[in-house]
């Protein structure tokens, strides 16, 4: 699914606006991985979009661990923002909680189900993949470990 009207999304302080004023997709991915559970406190739910119709204002900071995305936070506040492959670099993958209007996004599907907290168990008919299924069809990089 795609929507193609403008949304706007901030981090917790207000200092980092992005807006998406393009077709970008309305369904949003879970990923229950160690990995993303340390990086955003709890489950890691994110929509893409398109880097050309993305724009960002205020004081981002990025971490880039080797051969792993690019992640990016508020450097004032914290506040998670993005992911984004460090090869491809095509699509951001946004943190779905700082854009009110992604609120009403379905689940796409989750991924890493069997690394999932109790307190994370989400409802709804979707796609639910283990780290083994996922990792079958997107093999880890060397160096990757969640």
Do not use: K
């Amino acid at each position: 699914m795609n929507r193609a009207d403008e949304i706007q999304g901030q981090c917790l302080c207000g200092a980092v606006q992005i807006t998406v004023s393009g077709a970008h997709d309305t369904e949003v991915g879970v990923c229950h991985c160690y990995r993303c559970q340390r990086w955003s406190g709890g489950l890691y739910a994110t929509f893409d979009a398109p880097v050309d119709v993305v724009t960002v204002r205020g004081p981002v900071t990025r971490y880039t661990a080797p051969h792993l995305a690019e992640r990016a936070f508020c450097g004032t506040c914290g506040s998670n923002l993005w992911l984004r492959d460090q090869e491809s670099g095509e699509d951001y993958e946004l943190v779905a909680g700082i854009f009110r209007d992604a609120a009403a996004y379905p689940i796409r599907s989750e991924i890493y189900i069997d690394q999932a907290p109790a307190y994370a168990e989400l409802q709804g008919e979707h796609p639910r993949r283990t780290a083994a299924d996922y990792e079958a069809q997107h093999p880890p990089v060397e160096g990757e470990t969640s």
